[in-house]
């Protein structure tokens, strides 16, 4: 099993940048994808960006270009670089660790407002 905790929320203006930090209780070398998720008020929760255990990073459509995810395996870490964040973008961020289809885990999340 794996805790995961995420941290970087906050409030911030339409324009401005946030980042999200996700910090595992264990090593996140040998987790088949590290990703992050969103779920704003009344609607499901969706992917936001992911990064495989080669470092390949996919993102959703509606972030590419603005969002940009990484990872640091000695600190057994990732992070989501959110730039340009839109009210849109609004949303609880939530962390999560895939290892298999009946394997995975996720932090409790951390909240992203951004307003005016």
């Known amino acids: 099993q794996v805790q995961l905790v995420e941290s970087g929320g906050g409030l911030v203006q339409p324009g401005g940048s946030l980042r999200l930090s996700c910090a595992a209780s264990r090593s996140i070398f040998n987790i088949n994808a590290m990703g992050w998720y969103r779920q704003a008020p009344g609607k499901q929760r969706e992917m936001v960006a992911s990064?495989?255990?080669?470092?390949?990073?996919s993102y959703a459509d509606s972030v590419k270009g603005r969002f940009t995810i990484s990872r640091d395996v000695a600190k057994n870490t990732v992070y989501l670089q959110m730039n340009s964040l839109k009210p849109d973008d609004t949303a609880l961020y939530y962390c999560?660790?895939?290892?298999?289809?009946?394997?995975?885990?996720w932090g409790q999340g951390t909240q992203v407002t951004v307003s005016a």
């Open positions: 990064i495989t255990s080669g470092g390949v990073a």
């Open positions: 999560n660790a895939y290892y298999n289809v009946i394997r995975q885990f």
